[in-house]
């Protein structure tokens, strides 16, 4: 079945630093990858949805200059998160759509803790 | 936007129990889907529903789209503590397009 891997698993970086994340789609294209924030034991909040090789749409409230996405080929999307802050502190999920519309696979997350 | 509201948020049950975890909302939606998560790992898709009145079963699990396409349910029968996790609901407007995704319902099964 699809699989996407995302990296790091964990990351733990000082106030002030940028962190970045892949997205690997590994055994298919993903036209479309879609970025989330989820807090301890609620949903996913959908940040931003990335199309390879054009600018990311963000969701309201979400400020694209501190999160970067770059999603420059089929098979990988990367979150950057810029001037890190203690609040910045989160699970961060990507998921991508494969062909046929249903298929959306998603990663296994990453934790960020800025300390 | 579309909103899905799931319900309830926490349960739990014991060992064999069964249970029912509701998603609703006003807007319809293409597909809908069923997730299961562990902490610290990504959702797993459990199920994908497309077609209005569809019922699907997977081992103990039966998942149940509204006619409407507006609401869908999770039910579980004699309930494992492997069940335990949490399950998210999610729609999808259109095929391909971004998810919008319930509260979650945490699902805690008691040996």
């Known amino acids: 079945g699809a699989v996407v891997s995302q990296h790091p698993s964990w990351v733990i970086c000082k106030s002030g630093t940028s962190v970045k994340i892949e997205c690997r789609s590994l055994d298919f294209q993903a036209t479309t990858m879609f970025w989330y924030r989820q807090f301890p034991k609620q949903s996913l909040m959908l940040m931003a949805t990335s199309n390879e090789g054009s600018k990311a749409t963000y969701e309201q409230g979400v400020e694209k200059d501190k999160f970067l996405i770059n999603h420059a080929s089929l098979t990988l999307s990367t979150l950057t998160v810029t001037s890190a802050h203690p609040e910045d502190s989160s699970f961060y999920i990507c998921s991508a759509l494969g062909q046929g519309g249903y298929g959306y696979t998603f990663g296994s997350g990453t934790r960020l803790t800025v300390v | 936007t579309q909103l899905l509201e799931q319900s309830p948020q926490f349960l739990s049950i014991q060992e064999g129990e069964n249970l029912t975890v509701y998603c609703n909302s006003s807007s319809v939606f293409s597909s809908l889907q069923w997730y299961r998560q562990e902490p610290g790992e990504g959702p797993v898709l459990l199920v994908t529903?497309?077609?209005?009145?569809e019922v699907k079963k997977l081992k103990r699990l039966t998942f149940q789209f509204g006619d409407a396409r507006k609401d869908s349910s999770l039910h579980i029968t004699a309930a494992q503590p492997g069940d335990t996790g949490l399950y998210l609901c999610a729609g999808g407007e259109t095929s391909g397009s971004r998810l919008t995704f319930g509260e979650g319902t945490q699902l805690t099964v008691n040996p």
């Open positions: 529903v497309v077609t209005g009145g």
